[in-house]
């Protein structure tokens, strides 16, 4: 119903910038909101930002200041970018979507397949 392709990820030093994209495709009818979750080894996985498709942005504490989270309705695209990095955001990062599809009265959460982020000191 719905694909996330995730792009973006890799290795980079600390103090490091990445930006991370995600492009849904399918029966989307309206996306209400996009978001990024990571997954340390070991850890659950946890909010890092979400944005609604007005444009309000919500963080994690850990991450204020460093990241920023956009999106593009037109296109069911959300981006993040990473600045300041730190080993501790060492983590497969994940897209999700709450988006309604064709058909049914219901959102339902979708999500990327995940994209590793390793940040060396």
């Known amino acids: 119903q719905v694909q996330l392709v995730e792009s973006g990820g890799g290795l980079v030093q600390t103090g490091g910038s990445l930006r991370l994209s995600c492009a849904a495709s399918?029966?989307?009818?309206?996306?209400?909101?996009m978001g990024w979750y990571r997954q340390a080894p070991g850890n659950q996985r946890v909010l890092v930002a979400t944005?609604?498709?007005?444009?309000?942005?919500d963080y994690a504490d850990s991450v204020k200041g460093r990241f920023t989270i956009s999106r593009d309705n037109a296109k069911n695209t959300v981006l993040l970018q990473m600045n300041s990095l730190k080993p501790e955001d060492t983590a497969v990062y994940y897209c999700n979507i709450r988006a309604r599809v064709w058909g049914r009265a219901v959102s339902s959460d979708f999500w990327g397949q995940g994209t590793q982020v390793t940040v060396s000191s």
């Open positions: 399918g029966s989307i009818a309206s996306a209400n909101l």
């Open positions: 944005i609604t498709s007005g444009g309000s942005a």
